[in-house]
């Protein structure tokens, strides 16, 4: 039997190049060798408001932005989190073993928390229902950026003290990062991660956005005070473009040496402005299509929820039985 691989996304924001480097350009790399459930955590977006018509229509973005990038629905099943509703009640029995010194510590939390004016509970709970999504499913690998190794860590210490209270029910799963392309930052601020929910007009570049607009985004990026590349002290913007370049292409880091050394930061611009138009070029043709047939984008999340849900009530049913629910 293969290993079963979760992750998923938000439905919070524009999509952005380090979401796809980060995680979903690996999901459609391991999608053959893993049986994987990618999944659209609305749940974990209404941690923070969302508009509700809003939100409707980006769970579904977020769906064709997956098919777009390649995810084959034949092979991996792609789901709504609010679709199943194991995944709340399995939240709530983990939230019964989880300390809540552990989910105080989370550095997404403080950094949420600090930006709302009252921290609703949903964003102190929210790597318990994350914990739940991966072990609902007993997966076994977590493709994510790095933002998430916390996340991820709390979910094994989860699995490990349930496992230790109940006797063994969950698979403790491990954390796949990508070898570059793990922490894309922010264009405007290399010192902050690229972050959907930041506001700056020019700090992410979107998936679904304009090529004149990617090539504004990119040619603006901060660099530093240097005029040229110097691959031993380029400072954090300049290592960014070279890291979404490098994600982008696949090349080694001699191949980036030999290419890069030397060149002049208008041209390392242009070079990674162009890299990035054409990647994203028949990636926003296949959206283009499959957003054309939207019954096609529905009957893919109704199919993916009748395929994970078996395996999540099996779950429920051994963890309800472990504790002695009834
Ligand atoms: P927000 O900033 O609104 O919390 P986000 O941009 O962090 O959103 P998520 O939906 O939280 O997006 O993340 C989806 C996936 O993309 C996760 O696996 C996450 O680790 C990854 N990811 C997010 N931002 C980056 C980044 N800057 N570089 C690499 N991977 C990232
Ligand atoms: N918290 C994640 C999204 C997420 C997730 C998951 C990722 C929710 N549940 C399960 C992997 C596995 C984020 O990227 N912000």
């Avoid at 809540?100 to 550095?107: D, P, Y």
């Avoid at 504004?216 to 954090?236: C, F, L, Y």
Wanted: aromatic letters at 8%; proline letters at 5%.
């Amino acid at each position: 039997m293969k290993t079963r691989v979760f992750s998923g996304m938000q439905p919070s924001g524009n999509l952005h190049i380090g979401n796809y480097l980060g995680a979903l350009k690996n999901w459609v790399r391991i999608q053959h060798d893993y049986d994987c459930i990618f999944c659209i955590v609305d749940l974990h977006a209404v941690t923070v408001y969302q508009e509700p018509r809003e939100l409707r229509a980006k769970i579904r973005e977020i769906a064709a932005l997956y098919l777009a990038a390649g995810i084959d629905p034949k092979v991996s099943a792609i789901m709504v989190q609010s679709s199943v509703a194991a995944h709340a009640e399995l939240a709530w029995m983990l939230t019964c073993v989880t300390p809540v010194g552990w989910l105080e510590r989370m550095t997404q939390y403080k950094a949420k928390a600090a930006k709302q004016e009252s921290v609703g509970d949903g964003l102190l709970q929210y790597p318990v229902l994350m914990a739940a999504d991966i072990l609902l499913y007993q997966a076994g690998i977590v493709p994510v950026g790095e933002d998430q190794a916390q996340h991820l860590e709390l979910t094994r210490d989860i699995a490990q003290r349930f496992n230790t209270l109940y006797g063994e029910t969950f698979v403790v799963p491990e954390t796949s990062l990508p070898t570059v392309g793990a922490r894309i930052m922010g264009l405007d601020d290399p010192m902050q991660k690229m972050s959907k929910s930041a506001s700056g007009a020019h700090h992410a570049v979107a998936l679904l956005d304009p090529p004149d607009r990617i090539r504004k985004t990119i040619m603006r990026a901060t660099t530093d005070s240097q005029p040229s590349v110097d691959m031993d002290s380029a400072g954090p913007g300049v290592l960014n473009l070279l890291a979404i370049y490098q994600a982008f292409c696949g090349w080694s880091d001699e191949q980036m040496r030999s290419h890069f050394q030397g060149m002049r930061y208008g041209d390392l611009k242009k070079q990674v402005a162009e890299m990035v138009v054409s990647q994203l070029e028949p990636f926003q043709q296949r959206y283009g299509q499959i957003v054309s047939e939207p019954g096609y984008l529905d009957a893919i999340l109704r199919d993916g929820a009748a395929r994970v849900a078996p395996v999540a009530e099996e779950t429920v049913r051994l963890t309800k039985e472990r504790m002695g629910l009834f």
